[in-house]
């Protein structure tokens, strides 16, 4: 992935990267939508039991240092990590060109950031009890 061409916008709002450093980016705006995934992808690429998304115009996504190496784990999907130090960093549908979607937890502060649904609860692990007021969803939330 390259550079987004960087908005005029005076002032950034959020920012992250990856752990070692050498992925990091800023963002122009907040989050239009964030979620928890229990998808089995998601599990699987992040060695964890659900992952915490948010939703971005590309437009609004400025690599300012290294790039995301892509992983396609499945037809339409890609997958960013860090290539150095492996950090889950993105997600990429390509039948949805003009978004991207990033890790809350590759925030510097995602405490800043809240998720708004759960999908994929069907493959939620039956020992993690998860009691916020979010909708939920068995499979994709389908808007």
Known sequence: ???QAANTHDSLLLEGGCLCGAVRYQLT???FDADYCHCKQCQKS???VFQAWMDFKIEQVIWVKGEVTEYMSSDYVRRGFCK???CNLSFRDTRYPDYFTLTIGSLDNPSLIKPNYH???ANQVSWLTITDD????EQERIT
């Open 29 to 31: 705006a907040e989050p």
């Open 84 to 86: 150095q130090c492996g």
């Open 46 to 48: 992040s060695g964890a």
């Open 134 to 137: 979010c909708n939920r969803y």
């Open 1 to 3: 992935m390259g550079k």
């Open 119 to 121: 999908i994929y609860t």
